[in-house]
């Protein structure tokens, strides 16, 4: 997570609410391969302009973006974040290139 996710209000925000999260001191940084953000980006991407679609606006363009999200199942996201916890130990202990 990005540093202004660790500040002391966000953390509070998180215990009040129930949210699990990787304390700071146990997340690997810049290892894009273990963050689901990045591989969702890449995915949605891929959606968007599949069949070489292109937007002729701005307003076109979220357009797309809303449906394509609107269109993917549930389980997408799911998956995205299937094993997270675990990567990340992983290259904490083992190196990054470990779960690669």
């Known amino acids: 997570m990005a540093t202004a996710h660790y ?3 966000v953390i509070a925000a998180y215990e009040d609410l129930n949210i699990n999260y990787v304390p700071k ?3 690997v940084p810049n290892v894009p ?3 689901p953000i990045e591989r969702f980006w890449r995915n949605l991407k ?3 302009n599949s069949g070489r ?3 002729s606006s701005h307003k076109e363009l979220k357009q797309r973006i809303l449906l394509k999200i609107r269109q993917s199942k549930t389980s997408t996201f799911e998956n ?4 997270v ?3 990340i130990r992983q290259a904490s202990q083992y ?3 470990s779960v690669l």
């Open 53 to 55: 679609w292109e937007a």
């Open 33 to 35: 391969q273990l963050r």
């Open 85 to 87: 916890k675990t990567k």
């Open 46 to 48: 891929r959606e968007v």
């Open 25 to 27: 001191e146990q997340n």
């Open 95 to 97: 190196g990054d290139d």
């Open 80 to 83: 995205l974040m299937r094993r």
């Open 7 to 9: 500040a002391a209000n």
